[in-house]
């Protein structure tokens, strides 16, 4: 079926990569070749912004107008064509459905008419190995944070780049709370800049939000989000001015309490498991109060922080080209019947 079968290719550096990547709103594509991204388009969606979140409807009709040009941008910008590419590799799940089989759909008639393997990729472990995509990279075992508008959990990434679970979310994730904590605040979308911005001239231990008490390493945001609601109603009704008035302390109080929750989570992970290696990615690992902390948790027990390059944490298709290539590695070849998936 294919052109390639790559066993030829055990040098890892003689492999080149498509990578693909719809999962959400961002229509991404990348170049692996030679053992380095030498390519990472991405067409982001402003149209989204008004409504205060992604319009799943819109992300996919966005995706097929942007997808061929993106991966046309990507080869051009690599300076090579679409017949030295060996394989595919593309964004399985989880995510958008609708974006998802945009992508994937693409990958499958492309990989098909052009005689190429292709290999599915999942979203959330592309993102953790986002911190081996460049030579700084962490020693095995690792632990990894991965904190997004849809997903927060902790995993552990072992000996050949094998990643286990070891908690998440057990309702909403930590970027969603970020984001539902700038409307109640009357912000923009997305609000987790905004709030990181803001939080730099407010003092974070002016209001106290409760943070849940979950079993094991896992986490919960929807009782915090809650909390806020309340809060924000309760004060405001005191005085309707509540929050223009104390806008920046809010924000430094909020966005203390999630990362402080964050990071409790992940320290009881290196208890349990002596690991150091530690690492966060996602879009919030964009956060700068996160990042920071990191650091200072890496030190406390002689450990590393690492975290990738800011356009390897938001949704990309270097990620995805990367992942795609240990799957090749494996032999893990898709299929022209394999289907998305949504959650993980």
């Not at 008004?50 to 319009?55: I, N, T």
């Not at 995706?63 to 394989?87: C, M």
């Not at 700038?182 to 730099?200: C, E, F, Q, R, V």
């Not at 996602?282 to 109060?289: D, L, R």
């Given at each position: 079926?294919y052109?390639?079968?790559?066993?030829?290719?055990?040098?890892?550096?003689?492999?080149?990569?498509?990578?693909?990547?719809?999962?959400?709103?961002?229509?991404?594509?990348?170049?692996w070749?030679?053992?380095?991204?030498?390519?990472n388009?991405?067409?982001?969606?402003?149209?989204?912004?008004?409504?205060?979140?992604?319009?799943?409807?819109?992300?996919?009709?966005?995706?097929?107008?942007?997808?061929?040009?993106?991966?046309?941008?990507?080869?051009?910008?690599?300076?090579?064509?679409?017949?030295?590419?060996?394989?595919?590799?593309?964004?399985?799940?989880?995510?958008?459905?609708?974006s998802?089989?945009?992508?994937?759909?693409?990958?499958?008639?492309?990989?098909?008419?052009?005689?190429?393997?292709?290999?599915?990729?999942?979203?959330?472990?592309?993102?953790?190995?986002?911190?081996?995509?460049?030579?700084?990279?962490?020693?095995?075992?690792?632990?990894?944070?991965?904190?997004?508008?849809?997903?927060?959990?902790?995993?552990?990434?072992?000996?050949?780049?094998?990643?286990?679970?070891?908690?998440?979310?057990?309702?909403?994730?930590?970027?969603?709370?970020?984001?539902?904590?700038g409307?109640?605040?009357?912000?923009?979308?997305?609000?987790?800049?905004?709030?990181?911005?803001?939080?730099?001239?407010?003092?974070?231990?002016?209001?106290?939000?409760?943070?849940?008490?979950?079993?094991?390493?896992?986490?919960?945001f929807?009782?915090?989000?809650?909390?806020?609601?309340?809060?924000?109603?309760?004060?405001?009704?005191?005085?309707?001015?509540?929050?223009?008035?104390?806008?920046?302390?809010?924000?430094?109080?909020?966005?203390h309490?999630?990362?402080?929750?964050?990071?409790?989570?992940?320290?009881?992970?290196?208890?349990?498991?002596?690991?150091?290696?530690?690492?966060?990615?996602?879009?919030?690992?964009?956060?700068?109060?996160?990042?920071?902390?990191?650091?200072?948790?890496?030190?406390?027990?002689?450990g590393?922080?690492?975290?990738?390059?800011?356009?390897?944490?938001?949704?990309?298709?270097?990620?995805v080209?990367?992942?795609?290539?240990?799957?090749l590695?494996?032999?893990?070849?898709?299929?022209?019947?394999?289907?998305?998936?949504?959650?993980?």
């Amino acid at each position: 079926m294919y052109k390639h079968t790559l066993e030829h290719t055990n040098n890892n550096s003689h492999i080149t990569i498509l990578g693909i990547e719809s999962s959400c709103d961002d229509t991404s594509a990348s170049i692996w070749k030679n053992g380095k991204i030498c390519s990472n388009v991405v067409a982001s969606q402003s149209v989204h912004a008004e409504f205060g979140g992604v319009v799943p409807e819109w992300a996919s009709r966005k995706h097929q107008l942007n997808i061929v040009p993106t991966v046309q941008s990507a080869l051009q910008n690599a300076g090579i064509q679409l017949s030295e590419v060996d394989a595919i590799a593309c964004t399985q799940g989880p995510g958008l459905m609708g974006s998802l089989l945009v992508g994937h759909s693409f990958t499958k008639g492309l990989a098909m008419s052009a005689n190429l393997p292709f290999v599915n990729v999942d979203h959330l472990d592309a993102h953790i190995l986002a911190h081996f995509i460049d030579d700084k990279s962490p020693q095995l075992p690792f632990l990894c944070l991965l904190v997004s508008g849809g997903h927060t959990q902790i995993a552990v990434v072992k000996e050949d780049y094998v990643i286990e679970v070891l908690g998440k979310t057990i309702d909403d994730a930590a970027g969603e709370a970020f984001d539902k904590a700038g409307k109640m605040l009357n912000l923009g979308y997305p609000a987790g800049p905004i709030i990181d911005k803001l939080s730099t001239k407010g003092d974070a231990t002016k209001f106290v939000f409760n943070t849940p008490n979950v079993e094991g390493l896992n986490f919960s945001f929807s009782g915090l989000k809650t909390s806020i609601l309340y809060f924000l109603q309760k004060q405001s009704k005191l005085d309707p001015d509540f929050v223009t008035k104390n806008s920046n302390d809010l924000c430094a109080s909020i966005q203390h309490t999630i990362v402080s929750y964050l990071l409790s989570q992940l320290e009881e992970a290196m208890k349990l498991t002596g690991i150091t290696q530690i690492g966060i990615a996602g879009g919030v690992a964009a956060n700068s109060e996160l990042r920071l902390k990191l650091q200072v948790l890496a030190k406390k027990y002689n450990g590393e922080a690492f975290i990738p390059k800011f356009e390897y944490c938001t949704d990309n298709a270097a990620m995805v080209a990367f992942a795609g290539e240990i799957k090749l590695k494996q032999k893990k070849y898709g299929t022209l019947s394999d289907v998305c998936f949504v959650r993980k």
